[in-house]
C-alpha cells in the first residue's frame, strides 16, 4: 500500500509538512499514504488529492498500532476508495486526532471522496476531534453503501468531539446513513469539559449567581445565573 509514501515499523516517528500527494495510485490500500506498525505520523499543512485504492483508503490507510495527527489546514479531496472503505481516509490504526498545533484557526477538509462505505472517512479505531480553535468540514463525499461522510464500523469505533471543536457534516451521500453511520457498536460523543476546581458542588443550584460555575462543565451554575439574563431586556428599556 501506499502510493505516494509507505510508513512501517517499530516506535518510529514521521513529520510530514506543507507537501501535495497527488494522483497517485495504490493496488490495495492507501492511495497517497499508507501506515502501519506502530508508528506516530503528524501530517501539517498538506493536500492529499486525486488518489485512488483498489479497496481501502483511497487518500490515506492506517493500519496496526498506528497513530495519526492532522494538524493545521490538511486537506484530503477527490479521492477513491474503489471496492472498500474510506474514500478519503481509513482509520484502521489505534487513533486519529484532529488538533491545532499554530496559531489561528486550523481546518481539516475532507471533500468530494468516494467509497463503497464510508466515502469521508471509515473508523474502527479512535477519532479525535480536539478543541482550540479548530475546525473538521466532511462535505460533498460520496457512499454505495452506508457512511457518506463518516462511517464507523467496529465496537471499537469512537469519534469524540470536544466542544470547542467545530464539525461540519454537510451535502454528502449514501444509501444509508448520507451524513453518519454507526455499525456493529460504534459511537460518537461530545466531551464537556471539567468544572473547574473553584467551583464547588455546593456552589450550584444554591440560588445564588457563582461566577465561577459559569461554564458548560459546570452546567453553567445549575440555572443559577438565568434571571441575570431575563432580566438583562427589562433593564436595557
Not at 30 to 55: D, E, F, H, Q, W
Not at 74 to 89: D, R, S, T
Not at 117 to 131: N, P
Request: negative net charge.
Amino acid at each position: 500500500g501506499g502510493g505516494a509514501l509507505s510508513v512501517f515499523g517499530e516506535d518510529t516517528v514521521v513529520h510530514v509538512a506543507e507537501t501535495v500527494l497527488e494522483g497517485n495510485v495504490a493496488g490495495n490500500e492507501g492511495g497517497g499514504v499508507y501506515v502501519a506498525g506502530s508508528v506516530s505520523l503528524t501530517m501539517n499543512k498538506t493536500r492529499v488529492s486525486a488518489c485512488k485504492a483498489r479497496y481501502k483508503g483511497g487518500g490515506v490507510s492506517t493500519r496496526e498500532n498506528s497513530r495519526v495527527t492532522l494538524s493545521d489546514d490538511v486537506v484530503i479531496q477527490n479521492c477513491e476508495a474503489l471496492h472498500g472503505k474510506g474514500g478519503g481516509m481509513l482509520v484502521a490504526g489505534i487513533s486519529l486526532s484532529v488538533r491545532m498545533t499554530g496559531t489561528g484557526d486550523s481546518t481539516l477538509l475532507i471533500e468530494n471522496n468516494r467509497a463503497r462505505s464510508g466515502g469521508g472517512i471509515s473508523f474502527m479505531g479512535i477519532v479525535k476531534l480536539e478543541a482550540g480553535s479548530s475546525k473538521t468540514v466532511i462535505q460533498g463525499n460520496t457512499a454505495e453503501d452506508s457512511g457518506g461522510g463518516l462511517h464507523g464500523f467496529s465496537s471499537f469505533a469512537k469519534i469524540s468531539v470536544e466542544l470547542d471543536h467545530e464539525l461540519v457534516v454537510q451535502a454528502n451521500s449514501a444509501f444509508d446513513g448520507a451524513g453518519i453511520a454507526l455499525v456493529r457498536g460504534a459511537h460518537m460523543y461530545v466531551v464537556t469539559p471539567d468544572c473547574d476546581s473553584t467551583c464547588i458542588p455546593s456552589m450550584r443550584g444554591n440560588g445564588r449567581c457563582d461566577l465561577a460555575c459559569m461554564s458548560s462543565g459546570c452546567n453553567w451554575d445549575d440555572a443559577d445565573c438565568n434571571y441575570l439574563f431575563s432580566d438583562a431586556g427589562k433593564a436595557a428599556s
